[in-house]
């Protein structure tokens, strides 16, 4: 039985209405580019209105309305995590906020950073890239169990000389959900950050920071929070913010001076060689110049669809979907590479049809034929074909992609599985 609210559920029956793309085509690949809601164009159309017209009194303060227009992604956003609005910062993309993170964490050059084998390739750039430098003194690599990253494979890498933990919080090519509490519990003993890559979970699985002790989260908003392109979200916890060396300074991230920014332009005497203090916020990680508002715009807009029907009743109908997907795929004898643990579950299934990655391959383009949008993806000889469930997905979705599987199979190369008799 489902604990969603009936309003919630009512809401998720309806979400089709919100998201055009989803009626052409049975899309499935929110863990590639997430389909965005007619209230992020909207939303962008009116700001994109606003910067035609200036209909403000004069340039300056059109300007700063422009600026507050991003403020409803970071309170969605805090609301979101329940995270306090001065531990958010936008950023860019994911690949923006690991950058920045991997530049801001104080390093010595005797120290290590360990992350596992399944993850996307950004999430170990920064790091090797840090110990090519020297900055620290190794990556440290936690090899995947049969597809599994659990806990005590990251124990036996983790030491006193761990800085940083850097792992995804569900795994791009399988879908493996990692045990985060678990994580920072060793984090914690070893007095190592915990940075998490969220950007293949929020907006379709609970990340709460206020009960999952992570230092830092970031994700991009153009996968499950449904943003179009161009920015993401950074949680940085406020207990670490005076430790980190903020790699950028920009004039944005200060105090507004008394009176407002107009006033302060227009003063005789104001000149910029002075001792600036910023405030000690997440906002301060962000690059403070004139930025991208129209991203974050659509970021805000689709953040405060998700928050509207909640995160709970989301989780609850992305993991019944997947649940659905994942029984209805072991039915038909097809191999399924996402781990069969319920509580590493996410909106992320794949399976493969034969041993062969060409094999998958074709499948993949079959499927494809029929306007269902998945996925191939592999690392570290994981992967398939990734199967994304998200809130504008309904049992309808998720069968036509059986129905489709069962049909196209005789014509596969060899199943992993055989049927069962
Ligand atoms: C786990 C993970 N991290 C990072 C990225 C890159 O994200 P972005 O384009 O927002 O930098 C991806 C993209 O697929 C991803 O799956």
């Known amino acids: 039985m489902g604990t969603a609210t009936e309003d919630a559920q009512g809401a998720l029956r309806r979400m089709k209405e919100h998201f055009p793309g989803a009626h052409d085509k049975t899309f499935l690949d929110a863990a590639c580019v997430g389909l965005a809601p007619i209230e992020a164009k909207r939303a962008i159309e009116r700001f994109l209105d606003a910067a035609v017209a200036c209909d403000a009194r004069d340039a300056s303060i059109h300007h700063?309305?422009?600026?507050?227009?991003?403020?409803?992604?970071?309170?969605?956003?805090?609301?979101?995590?329940?995270?306090?609005v001065d531990e958010i910062a936008l950023v860019e993309s994911t690949t923006h906020g690991l950058n920045v993170i991997a530049a801001a964490i104080p390093f010595a050059p005797d120290e290590n950073v360990v992350l596992c084998d399944l993850e996307f390739l950004q999430v170990a750039i920064p790091w090797l890239k840090l110990a090519q430098r020297g900055v620290i003194r190794e990556v440290r690599m936690v090899h995947n169990r049969d597809g599994a990253v659990p806990v005590e494979a990251f124990a036996e890498q983790i030491d006193d000389r761990t800085r940083a933990v850097v792992v995804s919080s569900v795994q791009w090519t399988n879908g493996y959900a990692v045990d985060l509490d678990g994580l920072a519990d060793v984090c914690r003993a070893h007095d190592a950050l915990l940075v998490v890559d969220a950007i293949q979970q929020l907006g379709a699985t609970r990340l709460s920071v206020a009960e999952v002790p992570a230092d830092v989260v970031v994700a991009g908003g153009h996968k499950w929070l449904n943003a179009p392109f161009g920015c993401g979200l950074l949680f940085v916890r406020r207990s670490i913010l005076p430790t980190l060396r903020m790699p950028s300074w920009g004039y944005l991230g200060l105090e507004t001076p008394e009176g407002g920014w107009g006033r302060y332009f227009a003063t005789p005497e104001s000149t910029p060689v002075r001792i600036y203090d910023f405030p000690i916020t997440a906002k301060s990680l962000e690059i403070n110049g004139t930025a991208n508002y129209p991203g974050a715009v659509g970021l805000g807009a689709s953040l405060e669809l998700i928050n509207g029907v909640g995160i709970a009743?989301?989780?609850?109908?992305?993991?019944?979907?997947?649940?659905?997907?994942?029984?209805?795929?072991?039915?038909?004898?097809?191999?399924?590479?996402?781990?069969?643990?319920?509580?590493?579950?996410?909106?992320?299934?794949?399976?493969?049809?034969?041993?062969?990655?060409?094999?998958?391959?074709?499948?993949?383009?079959?499927?494809?034929?029929?306007?269902?949008?998945?996925?191939?993806?592999?690392?570290?000889?994981?992967?398939?074909?990734?199967?994304?469930?998200?809130?504008?997905?309904?049992?309808?979705?998720?069968?036509?992609?059986?129905?489709?599987?069962?049909?196209?199979?005789?014509?596969?190369?060899?199943?992993?599985?055989?049927?069962?008799?």
């Open 64 to 84: 700063i309305a422009l600026d507050q227009a991003r403020a409803r992604a970071v309170h969605e956003g805090a609301r979101l995590l329940d995270a306090d």
């Open 313 to 421: 009743a989301i989780e609850e109908h992305v993991l019944g979907l997947a649940g659905r997907l994942h029984e209805g795929l072991t039915r038909l004898g097809v191999h399924v590479v996402t781990r069969p643990e319920r509580e590493a579950r996410s909106g992320i299934t794949t399976f493969e049809v034969s041993d062969r990655p060409d094999e998958n391959e074709a499948f993949l383009s079959a499927l494809l034929d029929e306007r269902i949008y998945v996925a191939l993806r592999y690392t570290s000889h994981v992967g398939g074909i990734r199967v994304s469930t998200h809130l504008y997905n309904d049992d309808a979705d998720v069968d036509r992609l059986l129905h489709a599987v069962a049909r196209l199979l005789p014509r596969a190369g060899r199943r992993r599985t055989p049927l069962p008799v």
